[in-house]
Structure formats: structure tokens, C-alpha cells
């Protein structure tokens, strides 16, 4: 799970806005204006018939400011990305 969900950055993050469109998800904000230092990124890669599938994650970042619960406060009542 991408650690961008707990952190204070969340909504104005270059990089958890690169997610977002690698997911096909709607943005948190249109025009981000955070630039992280050191994001590490997970992308897994899994295939079904011939279809393949990309899953990112940001599992690591200097800039991660812990604020527990802000991107389901930010999207109340929708489910957590995974």
C-alpha cells in the first residue's frame, strides 16, 4: 500500500499525482505543487491472459510527514486505494 495515504503531503504531491494517473484515479488536486525528496516507488507488474497489469507504490520518502488518516478525509466515505 503506498505510504502517500498517511502523509500530510498527500494532496499536493507531484509524485502520489503521478499515481493517481497511473491508476486511472481522479486527483486529489489538479495543479500539485509539492516536489518530494527521494520518493521510492514500487511498481509491481502482474499479467493475466494477455492483459498487463501495473500497480504503483510509494514505499519510501524523505519529505513523508505522518498525518494518520488524511487521504480518507480528504475522499470521505470512499474506499482506501490499495
Not at 31 to 46: A, C, Q, Y
Request: glycine share 4%; charged share 20%; hydrophobic share 30%.
Amino acid at each position: 500500500m503506498c505510504i502517500c495515504i498517511d502523509c500530510q503531503h498527500v494532496d499536493a504531491c507531484t509524485t502520489y499525482h503521478a499515481v493517481e494517473a497511473q491508476h486511472q484515479q481522479p486527483h486529489l488536486t489538479e495543479h500539485p505543487d509539492f516536489e518530494p525528496t527521494k520518493p521510492t516507488i514500487n511498481v509491481n507488474i502482474r499479467t493475466h491472459d494477455t492483459e498487463i497489469q501495473m500497480e504503483w507504490d510509494v514505499v519510501g520518502c524523505e519529505s513523508f510527514y505522518p498525518e494518520w488518516g488524511k487521504w480518507a478525509r480528504l475522499r470521505p466515505g470512499e474506499l482506501l486505494p490499495t
